[in-house]
T-cell receptor, first 109, second 112 residues
Framework: QKEVEQNSGPLSVPEGAIASLNCTYS??????FFWYRQYSGKSPELIMF????GDKEDGRFTAQLNKASQYVSLLIRDSQPSDSATYLC?????????FGTGTRLQVFP | DVKVTQSSRYLVKRTGEKVFLECVQD?????MFWYRQDPGLGLRLIYF???????EKGDIPEGYSVSREKKERFSLILESASTNQTSMYLC???????????FGEGSRLTVL
C-alpha cells in the first residue's frame, strides 16, 4: 500500500464549479498535511497546509482533514481555467514530506 | 522571498558520465532534499540532509550520492549516469517547524 494515495485523474470541471480533490494516507500518526499545485513544466508550490481535524479556508481553497478516516481533501470553489494543474497531496513523516502521485485537474470554460 | 536555485535547467549527458546537480538555498534552512519526478510515479525522495556533512537515504538512493559541505549548498551526484536516470530532478529546502517545502525550478536530465 502506498503511503499517500491520490486518484491520478484527470478531473474535469466546468469553470465556476467546485473541484474536489481527495487524498488518503496510511500512517495514522501523521500530523501535518499539505497541498501543492504544479503547473506543467514548473516546480510544485504550496497552496495550503492543515494540522487539525476539520476545515481550513484560504480564499477559494478549503482543506479538509479527517484523521480518523485518514483522509484529506482540497476543495476549490469557483474554479478557473488558471486552476488547471496537477495537485499534489503530501504528508509530513519524520521531517520529510511524502508525496502522492498527484491529481490532474482540468477546468474548461 | 525564499529562493532555491538549481544550477542547470536542462542537461544532456551520455551513459557512464559523471553528473553533478547543484542546489543553493538562501534562507538558512537546515534540511534539504533531492527528489526525482517521473510521470505516473510522482515525486520520489532520493536523499536528504539535515545538517552540514550529514545525509540520509531516501526511498530511491541507488545510483546517487550527495554532498553537503556548506549549509546552503546540497549537491546530487550521479557517479555513472544511466538511461533510467533520465528524469526531472527537484531540490528543496524546508522551513523548520512548518513542513513547508520550497522547491528549485528543477533540472531536467536526459541520459543518452
Amino acid at each position: 500500500q502506498k503511503e499517500v494515495e491520490q486518484n491520478s485523474g484527470p478531473l474535469s470541471v466546468p469553470e465556476g464549479a467546485i473541484a474536489s480533490l481527495n487524498c488518503t494516507y496510511s500512517d495514522r500518526g501523521s500530523q501535518s498535511f499539505f497541498w501543492y499545485r504544479q503547473y506543467s513544466g514548473k516546480s510544485p508550490e504550496l497552496i495550503m497546509f492543515i494540522y487539525s481535524n476539520g476545515d481550513k479556508e484560504d480564499g477559494r481553497f478549503t482543506a479538509q482533514l479527517n484523521k480518523a478516516s485518514q483522509y484529506v481533501s482540497l476543495l476549490i470553489r469557483d474554479s478557473q481555467p488558471s486552476d488547471s494543474a496537477t495537485y499534489l497531496c503530501a504528508v509530513l513523516h519524520t521531517d520529510k514530506l511524502i508525496f502522492g502521485t498527484g491529481t490532474r485537474l482540468q477546468v474548461f470554460p | 522571498d525564499v529562493k532555491v536555485t538549481q544550477s542547470s535547467r536542462y542537461l544532456v549527458k551520455r551513459t557512464g558520465e559523471k553528473v553533478f546537480l547543484e542546489c543553493v538555498q538562501d534562507m538558512d534552512h537546515e534540511n534539504m532534499f533531492w527528489y526525482r519526478q517521473d510521470p505516473g510515479l510522482g515525486l520520489r525522495l532520493i536523499y536528504f540532509s539535515y545538517d552540514v556533512k550529514m545525509k540520509e537515504k531516501g526511498d530511491i538512493p541507488e545510483g546517487y550520492s550527495v554532498s553537503r559541505e556548506k549549509k546552503e549548498r546540497f549537491s546530487l551526484i550521479l557517479e555513472s549516469a544511466s538511461t533510467n536516470q533520465t528524469s526531472m530532478y527537484l531540490c528543496a529546502s524546508i522551513r523548520a517547524g512548518t513542513g513547508e517545502l520550497f522547491f528549485g525550478e528543477g533540472s531536467r536530465l536526459t541520459v543518452l
